[in-house]
C-alpha cells in the first residue's frame, strides 16, 4: 500500500510552502489538486506547479461549492475510489490543498472517505501557512497578544454567529466570506468594529488584496470577498 500525503499549499505565494511540501511533492509522481468548477482551474494546483517533478501524474477532483450535504458526500466518495487504486498499487499519492490541511479543509472529508475505503491507509499530513496568518504578517495586524482569544468564524448566510463572535473579547477571524462581504461589512459598521479590522484577499496570488479601510469594498463587486478573510480587534470597538 503507497503512503497518502495531504499538502498544505500556504495560502498563495508558492515561497510560502514549507521545505517538507516541496520535497514530498518533488518525490511523488501521483498528485491530485481539488477545484470548485470543472471549467476552472485548480489555484492550489497554480501554487505548488514549480515544486512537481517532470513527470508528475496530474488529476483535478472536482469539489463543487455547495450546500447540497449529500452531493458532497457523493463527490468525497468518488474522488476517494479514484485515488484508492492508485495507492492500492504501492504508489505513493499526495493531495494538495491551499492553507492547511485540518482548516476547513475538503481534504478533511476525503481523507474520511479513502480510511473508509482503505482501512489501513498510511497517512501523512504536512501542515500549511494558514490565509489568515498570511493576512496578519500582510497587515502586521497581531492576531493574538498576551492572552486574548483567538475566534475562527466561517461565515454563512445565517450572521448570528458572526455577531455574537464580534460580541466578544480578542480577534475574530472571518473566513469564507464569498458573496456576503456587504452584510459583513454593515455588521461591522453597526458594531464599532469597522475601524479596526483588515481585509485581505487572495493573499500571496495575482490581484492580491490589502485593505485597511474597509468602507471602501462597499462600492467592490460581491465577488471580492472570494479566497478573502478579515482580521478583527473586537475589543477596541469605537462609541457610536
Not at 116 to 132: C, N, Y
Amino acid at each position: 500500500m503507497g503512503i497518502f500525503y495531504g499538502i498544505g499549499v500556504g495560502p498563495g505565494d508558492p515561497e510560502l510552502l514549507t521545505v517538507k511540501a516541496a520535497s514530498v511533492m518533488a518525490a511523488c509522481r501521483h498528485v491530485f489538486v481539488p477545484k470548485a468548477r470543472t471549467g476552472s482551474e485548480s489555484v492550489a494546483l497554480e501554487i505548488a506547479r514549480k515544486y512537481l517533478r517532470s513527470d508528475a501524474q496530474v488529476q483535478e477532483l472536482v469539489f463543487p461549492m455547495t450546500p447540497d450535504q449529500a452531493l458532497l458526500e457523493q463527490r468525497w466518495r468518488e474522488s476517494a475510489e479514484v485515488i484508492a487504486p492508485v495507492l492500492e498499487a504501492g504508489n505513493d499519492a499526495c493531495f494538495l490543498t491551499l492553507g492547511d490541511p485540518m482548516v476547513y479543509s475538503t481534504y478533511i472529508y476525503l481523507l474520511r472517505a479513502l480510511a473508509e475505503r482503505l482501512p489501513d491507509l498510511k497517512t501523512i499530513t504536512v501542515p500549511g501557512i494558514t490565509s489568515f496568518c498570511a493576512a496578519a504578517a500582510a497587515t502586521h495586524f497581531a492576531l493574538g497578544e498576551g492572552k486574548e482569544l483567538i475566534t475562527i468564524v466561517p461565515t454563512s448566510d445565517d450572521l448570528t454567529v458572526l455577531r455574537q463572535a464580534l460580541a466578544t473579547e480578542g480577534t475574530v477571524v472571518l473566513m469564507k466570506i464569498g458573496k456576503r462581504l456587504r452584510e459583513i461589512l454593515e455588521i461591522l459598521q453597526e458594531s464599532g468594529l469597522i475601524e479596526h479590522s483588515v481585509f485581505v484577499s487572495r493573499a500571496g496570488l495575482d490581484r492580491e488584496h490589502i485593505e485597511l479601510d474597509l468602507r471602501k469594498l462597499r462600492v467592490e463587486d460581491p465577488e471580492a470577498g472570494y479566497l478573502s478573510v478579515i482580521i478583527v480587534h473586537a475589543s477596541r470597538r469605537s462609541v457610536q
